[in-house]
């Protein structure tokens, strides 16, 4: 298949996952500060909402923009600046505009389905968020985007285009939720061994903001403890938004890709994507500790940009002939 149509629909899975992403930590973020006011009447609401902003990456560019953190800016930042690239209306017509390249790629009920998410965003305005509810849409988001696989897993054939965009997809998710767990990572040394209410109940919201709350009490019924919170989302072998997981899935569909391509050698995605896997799989929370969970997940960002870089320089930049066609 041509390296552009390959590149086109990673990335149109990975922007669709983004703007997943990005709704559901809004409307978890928005929820939790209003929780944690009205339960312990917590005055941190605005180091609440910047923790979304620190696992986006997002930080700066918001304070360019906005003298003080409020939940009508982020929710406007975060939803319809389409300056800015986390946006989740950037995100969708990113992912559109890719789809919309490779339409002979991809099912019509895939582009049927996210060309409606788009369309359903032209409406949407700062205003509107206030006046319809920010929640209802982060909700209608998040519906589309599930629909969006589930239709993709019915219709697309499991072919070479389908292995870039589980690529994609995974990638996308696993440094997401290395992102989310280092956003609270610290607090883990601080607390030791003593939490009080209003704590667990942030963890509580962590485990929210991944749709990871009722898989992580079937598998640890004990109760929200902070640190298994963060074993779980590293470490799970059966959540489908761990870290352990994600990172997994990419090398599996990364050796797929190769060894229909046949390509071999040390230099290979597949590569770093396997070492880092083997790391997470072999890893144990006893090992990392408090301490050293913070430079365990950069570590582990690190490497999934290394992964993207190195899926972009083999199989886009630099594509090996195998990869590269022509029609006609």
Known sequence: MLSRVAESIYWMARYVERAENTARLLDVALRSTRELSAAFRSPAGAD????????????????ERYSAITEDSL????????DN???????????????????????TEMWEELNRIYLSLHRVTAAYLLIDGVHDFCRQIRLGSQLFQGVTDATMPYDEAWHFLQVGKYLERAEMTARILDARAGELQAAGDGWNPEEVHRWLSLLRSVSGYEAYMRLRPGGVQPAQVAEFLLLSKSFPRSVALGVRRVHEELEEIDRELGMVGQDRPANTAGALSSRLRYATFDELGAAGLAPFLLTVQEQCGMIGEAVRRVYFENAPATVVATTG
């Open 48 to 63: 609440e909402l910047r923790l979304v902003l620190i696992a986006l990456g997002a930080v700066e560019m918001y304070d």
């Open 75 to 82: 929710a406007a930042f975060l939803v319809v600046d389409r």
């Open 85 to 107: 690239p986390h946006s989740v209306v950037s995100c969708i017509t990113s992912s559109r505009e890719n789809a919309r390249g490779v339409r002979e790629s991809i099912s």
